[in-house]
């Protein structure tokens, strides 16, 4: 029974190694996740505490509605209840947009290298995606404001932007939302937000006030730690999220996330705990990378995309061996080079010393 057409040159995704595997494969006893920028210090406690309470009365629906959250995200954005739309992770908010927005005969505007679901649920849907190269780990803004026609719905600017961790400043997204037509939604996603330190960052949330063809998209999964239970939710005029809130299945998000998601929003200690500590770890990981002189991209983000005199992909099996994951840059568009989440200290220093001799080691092989 074939798919549409389209499916015809479409895979499904393919998930990062599981520890088990590589832990059995490599006789290992310990293993490192840095490859999906997961939140090394795991979550707040108080979620842990406050699991077994919200574990119960699974017989029933969860809220559809999402109330309770609903009530704390808006109080806490000062936006209207109604503004908000959630979803099994902002990956489907994504997945949400593009069945509204896009059918055969539309385009999509994305940038290239980016956050790959964008494209990849704009295909399900019959549009045309048009792919803008970023320039140097930034959006090229008038090269996707150039690129919009009259069967565009969508751009797309991810912002800090995976896999390269460019921020789209205050100045930019401004001029960019100044210039882009009012009937092209433009979809800033912000699944980074927390990690963001530079003080030109756009608000985004505020934007909404004067555009009403944007949307902003956040995540429980980064920084709050609570990738596992899936939940993200998208904020927008609600026009928009009405019609959002028509394609959503009618029960997205599980009664624990819900819970789950107001209790890591009230723990505002954790959070900071664990922004400190990526941003100190990440300082000294870049300060390794100025010392053995490897170039990377600005990261406002809890990962360093970093480039490479070899390929990405002997990097990253070298490091698996070691128990080490990260995330090759092959399949991201940028062969030499790797995507590395910031972890612990700890975890940080041994990676750092298996990275400088794998290098040295390689690169003396290659001269002699
Ligand atoms: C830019 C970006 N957007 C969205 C997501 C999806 O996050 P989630 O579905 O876990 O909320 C990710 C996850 O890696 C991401 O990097």
Redesign the pocket.
């Known amino acids: 029974m074939n798919g549409k057409k389209v499916f015809e040159e479409m895979t499904p995704y393919k998930p990062g190694k599981q520890t088990a595997e590589v832990m059995k494969e490599y006789g290992l006893t310990k293993i490192v996740k840095l490859a ?2 997961e939140n090394p210090f795991g979550y707040s406690e108080k979620v842990k505490e406050a699991i077994p309470s919200l574990a119960t009365d699974f017989e029933i629906y969860p809220d559809g509605y999402t109330t309770e959250l609903r009530k704390v995200l808006a109080t806490n954005l000062q936006v209207d209840k109604d503004q908000l739309v959630f979803g099994c ?4 908010v ?1 997945d949400i947009i593009c069945r509204t927005y896009l059918e055969e005969g539309s385009n999509t505007i994305i940038a290239n290298p980016t ?1 790959p ?1 964008y494209k990849h649920n704009a295909l399900i849907q019959g549009a045309t995606v048009k792919e803008i190269p970023l320039l140097n780990g930034y959006h090229d803004l008038q090269g996707m404001l150039d690129a919009i026609d009259n069967q565009t719905k969508i751009v797309w600017l ?1 912002t800090p932007n ?1 896999p390269t961790g460019c921020l789209i400043n205050e100045e930019s997204l401004t001029l960019f939302m100044d210039e882009c037509p009012s009937d092209v939604l433009v979809v800033v ?1 912000e ?2 937000y927390e990690y963001v330190t530079t003080e030109n960052a756009p608000d985004s949330i505020k934007a909404l006030d004067k555009y009403s063809n944007l949307i902003v ?1 956040r ?1 429980f ?1 980064k920084a709050y730690g609570l ?1 596992g239970l ?1 939940i ?1 939710y998208g904020v927008a005029n609600e026009k928009i999220t009405t019609l959002l809130n028509i394609t959503r299945g009618p029960f997205n998000t599980t009664s624990v996330a819900q819970g789950a998601a107001i209790v890591a929003l009230e723990d505002t200690d954790f959070l900071s705990y664990s922004l400190k500590e990526t941003a100190k770890n990440k300082q000294t990981f870049m300060n390794f990378l100025d010392e053995l002189e490897l170039e990377y991209y600005d990261s406002e983000t809890n990962f360093v995309f970093v480039k490479l005199p070899i390929s990405g992909d002997a990097l990253f099996e070298h490091l698996l061996s070691k128990g080490y994951i990260i995330r090759s840059g092959e399949a991201l568009g940028h062969p030499n080079g790797v995507r590395i989440t910031i972890g612990k200290k700890e975890d940080m220093e041994q990676l750092q010393e298996l990275i400088q001799a794998f290098l040295i080691s390689v690169l003396e092989g290659k001269q002699s």
């Open positions: 999906s920028n992770g902002s990956d489907e994504v956050f679901q991810c995976n996603d699944a980074y998209l995540t999964s990738a899936r993200g």
